[in-house]
Structures are given as structure tokens and as C-alpha cells.
């Protein structure tokens, strides 16, 4: 069986996700990356029969102007909407990334993935 995957990766936001009200208000890069695997359709050339990526950014940029406080519930929130408009898929992940979190040191990135697997 041949499996397929789709992928956006770095998808690059500001976004005012974040547990304390200072991060609500100015808020910080994020770098999303979804990643779904499906069988593959024999009818390559039909956008209807596969996942369609400019539909994954879509999801991704709305899920990340509504403001949260944990990013676990973004992620949830994207993996959700991805699999609810892709019932199909065998397989999603979705991961964020925010870059140089608000913390003493330098972080280069926090980092909250979720996985999904058909039963």
C-alpha cells in the first residue's frame, strides 16, 4: 500500500498566544508545521482528491489569531479542523514552535506537537 504525505512546514506567525497577559498583548513568532499521509487516489491530477495545502495554511493562520493561552489548545484546535475536513487521513501531526520564549536564557524555541493515528 502506498501512502502519501502533504506538508507545511515554517509557516510563520505572530500570534498573541500565551499564559501571561504581557505575551496577549505583544505577542511572538511562531513556526507551524503541519504533516497528514493518506492512501493516494489514482486520479492524481484531481485537488478534490487529496489534501490540499493552501487549505492547511488556512486553517493554520485562523487558529493562530484566536488568541490562547496554551499552545497544547492550539495545536488541538488545528488537528482537529484538519481531520474534521480530511476525514480520509491516516495519519496528522501538527507542531508549533515559538521562537525565543519570554524566560531567563536563550531559548532558541519552545516546541508542542500533537499526533494523530487512524484507529
Known amino acids: 500500500?502506498?501512502?502519501?504525505?502533504?506538508?507545511?512546514?515554517?509557516?510563520?506567525?505572530?500570534?498573541?498566544?500565551g499564559f501571561y497577559p504581557e505575551e496577549q498583548l505583544i505577542g511572538c513568532i511562531f513556526m507551524v508545521d503541519i504533516e497528514v499521509t493518506f492512501k493516494p487516489n489514482d486520479d492524481t491530477e484531481n485537488l478534490d482528491k487529496t489534501v490540499n495545502y493552501e487549505v492547511l495554511n488556512q486553517i493554520i493562520l485562523k487558529e493562530m489569531a484566536s488568541t490562547q493561552k496554551l499552545l497544547e489548545t492550539v495545536v488541538k484546535n488545528m488537528l482537529d479542523e484538519v481531520k474534521n475536513h480530511y476525514p480520509f487521513l491516516l495519519t496528522a501531526k501538527v507542531g508549533i514552535r515559538k521562537m525565543n520564549p519570554p524566560m531567563p536564557g536563550q531559548i532558541g524555541h519552545s516546541f508542542v506537537e500533537l499526533s494523530y493515528t487512524k484507529a
Open 1 to 17: 500500500m502506498y501512502t502519501q504525505t502533504v506538508a507545511l512546514r515554517d509557516v510563520r506567525c505572530h500570534a498573541l498566544h
